[in-house]
């Protein structure tokens, strides 16, 4: 058995703030109110995290990056026989991961033209309009359940290795490290990652702030106060 290098900080960081953030907008939604204002926050957070996964799963570390873990149907296949040695995500974990990111990917961009018919907007609620918003806030609605789904077989993924293939997921996560036997090579196994230096993060996380930064609305000029009018001098 041979320690291996799997996973990078800044996609363990990514991990774990997701699903930190996860939680906070399911909470939020159901007691509503004022705390809407905080489940808008956790959508452009979202936002972030997301362009941030997404260019760091171009030019992160070895396990992280998509073209590492992204295989065709017969390298599936090959998994469901037994056949499949990795140290990253397994090529059903890999769907998984491709729809989790789609889903929330939806489902945050669906939020930011969303309304509650009370007294939350989101940061680009004044794009669309009353109208085009109460239709978007329909699909937004209608991922929902997708998404808990999606985190449900998560974790009953995570339970079924811990409890059927004696295999925990969560430590690599939270370590980086996973304990592998020597010499496998095949699709990365046997091999410690590399590559997602400083300068890679560092873009990573400029393009994600910008991101932010567009989804927050910030950059939309509000409509100049109307101009008092004259009052009579008698």
Avoid at 57 to 79: D, L, N
Avoid at 146 to 161: E, K, N
Avoid at 194 to 201: C, E, H, M, S
């Amino acid at each position: 058995m041979q320690r291996y290098r799997v996973w990078d900080l800044p996609t363990r960081v990514f991990h774990w703030a997701l699903a930190l953030c996860l939680v906070g907008s399911f909470v939020t939604v159901k007691i509503g109110g004022n705390a809407m204002v905080w489940h808008g926050r956790i959508g452009l957070a979202v936002v972030g995290l997301l362009v941030f996964r997404i260019v760091w799963g171009f030019i992160g570390s070895t396990h992280s990056r998509f073209v590492q873990f992204v295989r065709g149907p017969a390298t599936i296949k090959a998994y469901l026989r037994g056949e499949w040695q990795g140290a990253g995500h397994n090529p059903l974990g890999a769907l998984s991961v491709l729809a989790m990111l789609g889903t929330l990917a939806l489902l945050a961009a669906t939020g930011l033209f969303a309304n509650d018919d009370i007294a939350f907007e989101g940061p680009l609620y004044a794009l669309v309009g009353k109208v085009l918003s109460d239709r978007v806030v329909s699909i937004h609605r209608l991922i929902e359940p997708l998404i808990i789904a999606l985190v449900l077989t998560h974790l009953g993924a995570i339970f079924y290795y811990v409890r059927f293939k004696k295999e925990t997921l969560i430590m690599p996560m939270i370590t980086g490290w996973k304990v592998m036997r020597s010499g496998i090579h095949a699709d990365g196994a046997g091999e410690t990652a590399k590559g997602g230096g400083v300068l890679a993060f560092m873009l990573a996380l400029t393009i994600a702030l910008g991101a932010v930064y567009g989804a927050s609305g910030a950059w939309i000029q509000s409509p100049s106060p109307a101009s008092p009018s004259a009052v009579p001098s008698w």
